[in-house]
């Protein structure tokens, strides 16, 4: 069982930057593949920024491109996405979540996730 604990949301203005962190348990050992989604209120839940945590391959939605960067820290079972450049469209609930299937932002194929953190961007 992979258990995964969000955290470093808050609320700051646009412009701002904010580092979320995801402790994970068995963390350097399967599932693989780790990401971070997010959900605002209404609206699906959508994915972020994806690592393949053996390659470090990444990839980011178009939104976040230039602004977020998903990196790990194997030492510390550690995934973060450190976001600059905040923007009131970012303010959401912030995901960390894992899984063997593949690098993926279909939220169909992670089986698990953690509670989520909230990032609130002011404008």
């Known amino acids: 069982q992979v258990q995964l604990v969000e955290s470093g949301g808050g609320s700051v203005q646009a412009g701002g930057s904010l580092r979320l962190s995801c402790l994970g348990s068995?963390?350097?050992?399967?599932?693989?593949?780790m990401g971070w989604f997010r959900q605002a209120p209404g609206k699906e839940r959508e994915g972020v920024a994806l690592?393949?945590?053996?390659?470090?391959?990444?990839r980011y939605a178009d939104s976040v491109k230039g602004r977020f960067t998903i990196s790990q820290d194997n030492a510390k079972n550690t995934l973060y996405l450190q976001m600059n450049s905040l923007k009131p469209e970012d303010s959401a609930m912030y995901y960390c979540?894992?899984?063997?299937?593949?690098?993926?932002?279909?939220?169909?194929?992670?089986?698990?996730w953690g509670q989520g953190t909230q990032v609130t961007v002011s404008s």
């Open positions: 979540a894992a899984t063997s299937r593949g690098l993926t932002f279909s939220t169909s194929q992670y089986n698990y």
């Open positions: 068995r963390y350097t050992q399967n599932p693989r593949y």
């Open positions: 690592m393949n945590t053996a390659s470090q391959y990444t």
